[in-house]
């Protein structure tokens, strides 16, 4: 089933395309969502990093708070103060600094001289004693001993009222007069205030800042991150003398839309521009897909007819040159569509003698005049040099702006219809040949019979008078009647051949005035039909003013198609050769002069000249005798009825060797009188 | 030809009367009687009308091509007479007809003569006709003879005789018909005064002669 194979052809063809287009949305899909992804993990990093930054930046702050907060601290203790000065000191210092929750002026075994406690928190050492800190003071007492400068003690946790309580740290620094240990001062600091201090509050918009311990327990917390879902983190550590303490700052990790920059979001929507255009351009590609499906078929299907065709057919361009020919077209010229494409004029498939009458063909063409719709008759030439008639149609080719580009032609061979039409045309002639000879013969027999008879009857009279003069005893008055006898069957004898003559002579009676030309044109056509197919050309010649004829006008057209016959049959392919130009056959008529001092009878002569081998002096002796013939198949009667036929129009057949070689027949007719 | 019998016949059978009469006038040049027929019919009712079989030599010079019968359907019905070759059939024929006429020679015409014919050849050729008329003619009538005779032998007699022609002596022929040679030799004699011959040689060629 052809329409389901197209189908299925049709089908094929999209679905690898869809296979493509397909694939390509998956790469780019897939691109798409790496780079979503890579760039979600960019952001994510870069916030990371900006968090890590925030957090060291904190610590940094912190770190030198401290260290500014240490040179205060130091001032307390100046210029050897006592201990109300000290005290109001310390309390206009706790005033400025709310991280410090208590200040403590202890000499070198640790015993209290002086202490100030932060206005803002009054009851911190109510619940539990101060003295449960005192280790921890010792210690950073010890170590700022050793170094000379400042420590730290590790960080604790304080209760206070209401079941709260403060991450608190001691800081101890010894105080030295004159190169001599004179105490220590010792700063409590508030982790939670030291945070709430320090924290630089647009930082921490929205994030959480905590210490903790090095395993990330937090110790105290300054902020909360809201919510609190996905979370990212940075730790920095807060390296003081004595005690390193962990900061951690939190903050809710960014929700990133789709596309996390607009990096990606240019690019995404580019790519999906991308998608939409292929998609376009994959449609596209399929609706032209199938319209060169269609056309790919259309053209199958053209160059199948064309093919299949029989009728050749050829196209030209407004030169000549031939663009297009088809199989056909080949075979009947017996030329390659490589050797035909391109030749312009003479085309190869012309005919030398022919030349001429094509080239004017031509010119009428290019002279942009109409050709018959019906087409025309010409003569090709094959490769093997034989000549085959053919039917050309033609028709202009106009190309899409409306131009003539050129013509296009159909060619039929006519040579298999005209061979039949001659095989026809022969048979026919055969069987009326056959059937006059037939006729002849009957007639023939008849005849000899009507004179046997007589002929029997005198040779019987004669042979008996000869017995009887042989032996004159018997019976000599029986010779007179013999004699009668025999004068009697001479005359009956006589009178059948006078019956005879009496038929031949009843034709003669037909005459009538006839144009020369009338003569000519009417067998014109059976002459042409074997000049075509021998390659002669035929040129009928009839002088200006010739008068009429007066003839039995079958009997001298069958004169004139013999002779014509013959002339061509002098020719055969070949011989004269198509390239000298002789092979013509001449069909000529003039008026002859009467002379006057003869008669005043006017003449018409008709003249057949052909220019193939001539007559041999045999030939010319016995031209005219009955049965004799050159010909294999000839009845050797044609010129013999043509001159008989001319002598009883009371002319004369001649002929003579034309020049430069062949024979012309010639003779004469009588002018039909002037009306 | 002076062996002929002076009334040997001739029957002329031509539509053509110049050529009938330029026959019948040669042959009578030619001391020949003759007779001249019309048409084929005309001969037909003639030879019809016949009581026996001719006693006289003759021959027919018979026209092929005729109106009417033609010679050729005449030769058809002679050649069912049982006496027909007592009677030999020249056919006279034109030039067309000569196929034909030898084809009818093959079947058993005497001769043809083709048209215009050599005259006196074809009187030689019609003198021989009639005297092969006459052989056979002198043969029918030998053979009627014979049998006339033979009619007149009874059952054993004939028996006999036809093993005495055969050459078996009288002894041997005694032994075959379950007889006596004394009673063999009764009918042999019998035989021999019956048929008139005075050996058994003579027997033999008497039979010869029949058969």
Redesign the interface.
Same mark, same amino acid.
Request: proline share 5%.
């Given at each position: 089933m052809p329409r389901t194979s197209a189908l299925k052809r049709a089908w094929r063809y999209p679905r690898r395309w869809w296979m493509v287009g397909f694939l390509l949305l998956v790469l780019l899909a897939g691109l798409l969502g790496v780079l979503v992804f890579l760039a979600r993990e960019y952001e994510w990093t870069r916030e990371q990093d900006g968090l890590s930054r925030d957090v060291e930046a904190l610590a940094n702050d912190m770190r030198s708070e401290l260290t500014r907060n240490n040179q205060t601290l130091l001032l307390l203790n100046s210029a050897d103060p006592d201990r109300t000065v000290w005290v109001q000191r310390a309390e206009r210092l706790l005033q400025g600094h709310r991280e410090l929750v208590r200040l403590e002026w202890r000499n070198t075994d640790m015993g209290l001289i002086a202490t100030s406690n932060s206005p803002f928190l009054s009851n911190v050492f109510q619940t539990l004693p101060r003295e449960q800190a005192l280790p921890d003071i010792r210690r950073a007492c010890d170590a700022a001993t050793r170094i000379s400068g400042p420590s730290f003690s590790s960080n604790y946790f304080w209760p206070v009222a209401g079941g709260r309580g403060l991450e608190l740290m001691e800081m101890c620094l010894p105080i030295a007069q004159s190169g001599m240990p004179k105490g220590f001062l010792v700063a409590t600091y508030s982790l939670p205030a030291m945070m709430a201090e320090w924290a630089d509050s647009t930082v921490l918009s929205g994030r959480g800042l905590a210490f903790t311990e090095g395993d990330g327990t937090r110790l105290s917390l300054h902020s909360t991150v809201p919510g609190g879902r996905d979370l990212i983190q940075a730790s920095a550590s807060l390296d003081l003398p004595g005690h390193t303490l962990q900061l951690q700052l939190q903050s809710p990790r960014r929700a990133l839309g789709l596309f996390p920059n607009v990096l990606t979001a240019v690019v995404g929507t580019l790519s999906l521009a991308l998608m939409v255009v292929l998609m376009f351009l994959a449609r596209d590609m399929r609706r032209r897909w199938r319209a060169e499906r269609e056309l790919a078929d259309a053209l199958a299907f053209r160059k199948a007819m064309e093919n299949s065709l029989i009728t050749g057919l050829r196209a030209r361009d407004m030169q000549g040159r031939l663009t297009y020919v088809n199989p056909a077209f080949c075979d009947m010229v017996g030329l390659s569509a490589a050797q035909l494409l391109g030749t312009g004029l003479p085309a190869p498939y012309w005919p030398a003698e022919l030349l001429d009458v094509y080239q004017q063909r031509q010119a009428v063409r290019l002279a942009g005049q109409a050709l018959p719709r019906e087409g025309f008759e010409s003569m090709f030439l094959r490769r093997d040099g034989t000549h085959f008639p053919v039917l050309i149609i033609e028709a202009p080719l106009i190309d899409a702006q409306g131009t003539q580009t050129g013509w296009m032609s159909a060619v039929l061979d006519l040579s298999e219809q005209r061979r039949v039409e001659e095989l026809n045309r022969a048979q026919q002639e055969r069987l009326q040949a056959t059937a006059r000879l037939a006729m002849m013969g009957e007639m023939a027999s008849l005849l000899s019979h009507e004179l046997n008879q007589p002929l029997a009857a005198i040779s019987s009279y004669a042979n008996g008078s000869l017995n009887v003069l042989a032996d004159p005893q018997r019976e000599p008055d029986l010779l007179p009647s013999a004699m009668r006898q025999i004068l009697a069957q001479a005359e009956r004898a006589a009178r059948v051949i006078k019956s005879v003559s009496d038929f031949v002579r009843r034709r003669e009676q037909v005459r009538e005035a006839v144009a020369p030309a009338d003569l000519l044109a009417s067998i014109q056509p059976l002459v042409a039909l074997q000049a075509g197919k021998s390659g002669i050309r035929v040129v009928i010649d009839v002088q200006v003013g010739v008068p009429h004829v007066l003839c039995d006008r079958t009997m001298v057209e069958q004169v004139l198609l013999n002779l014509a016959r013959n002339g061509m049959q002098a020719m055969p392919t070949g011989d004269p050769p198509a390239r000298g130009g002789w092979r013509v056959l001449t069909l000529s008529v003039k008026s002859v002069q009467p002379d006057p001092s003869t008669s005043a009878r006017r003449w018409v002569e008709f003249e057949v000249t052909d220019h193939g081998l001539g007559l041999s002096e045999e030939a010319q002796a016995q031209l005219f005798t009955p049965f004799f013939t050159t010909k294999a198949e000839g009845m050797g009667l044609g010129l013999s009825l043509c001159r008989t036929v001319i002598e009883q129009h009371a002319g004369e057949l001649t002929h003579a060797p034309a020049q430069p070689r062949g024979t012309v027949f010639r003779f004469r007719l009588p002018a039909a009188p002037t009306l | 030809m002076s062996s002929l019998h002076p009334h040997a016949k001739v029957f002329i059978v031509d539509d053509?009367a +110049?050529?009938r009469? &330029? #026959?019948a006038? #040669?042959l009578?040049?030619?001391?020949l009687l003759s007779e001249s027929y019309r048409s084929a019919d005309e001969f037909w009712d003639e030879v019809q009308g016949w009581r026996q079989e001719p006693d006289l030599p003759c021959c027919v010079l018979l026209d092929v091509?005729m109106p009417g019968t033609s010679g050729l359907a005449l030769f058809e019905q002679l050649l069912a007479l049982p006496w027909q070759a007592a009677m030999p059939v020249i056919f006279l024929s +034109?030039? &067309?007809d000569v196929p034909t006429a030898v084809d009818a020679v093959k079947r058993g015409a005497f001769d043809f003569c083709e048209?215009?014919?050599?005259?006196?050849a074809l009187v030689d050729r019609i003198e021989q006709a009639l005297a092969h008329s006459t052989q056979v003619l002198a043969l029918r009538q030998q053979r009627q003879r014979v049998q006339t005779k033979l009619d007149q032998l009874t059952e054993r007699e004939r028996d006999v005789m036809n093993r005495v022609a055969a050459g078996l002596p009288n002894k041997l022929v005694a032994d075959a018909l379950h007889i006596s040679v004394r009673t063999v030799e009764v009918h042999r004699a019998r035989v021999f005064d019956k048929l008139e011959v005075k050996s058994a040689v003579e027997l033999a060629n008497l039979l010869r002669g029949v058969a």
């Open positions: - | 053509d +110049g050529v009469d &330029a #026959l006038w #040669l009578r040049t030619r001391r091509r +034109g030039h &067309a048209k215009p014919f050599s005259d006196n």
